[in-house]
């Protein structure tokens, strides 16, 4: 994950007194329960796109060889891998 936990729960807790300072949210969930709600958000999308990379590096394997010898870049194929995965199912990056 690219976030600590401790940079997740400080990014909400900025956003829900940002969201009660500005009184742009209504909501009957006191500020912990709210900030608990969007780390747990925030964990499973970061926990979703650990996920999709792990696959694409089991994929890339397969091409190990090739990587070796230069044949392919596997900073450009993990890209392209990635991405076009991301596509087929539907996960916004």
């Known amino acids: 994950m690219r976030l600590t936990k401790e940079r997740i729960h400080q990014i909400a ?3 829900v007194e940002h969201f009660f ?6 909501t009957s969930l006191s500020k912990d329960q709210l900030a ?12 979703i796109e650990d996920r999709l990379n792990d696959e694409v590096r089991r994929l890339l394997a397969a091409y190990e060889s090739q ?9 450009q194929m993990f890209s392209m891998v990635k991405r076009q ?7 916004v990056l």
């Open 21 to 26: 300072s500005e009184e742009s949210v209504s």
């Open 13 to 15: 807790r900025n956003l």
């Open 85 to 91: 995965l991301a596509k087929e199912r539907g996960i």
């Open 36 to 47: 608990s709600k969007i780390e747990q958000i925030v964990t499973d999308e970061l926990t």
């Open 67 to 75: 990587i070796e010898k230069g044949q392919v870049d596997y900073n």
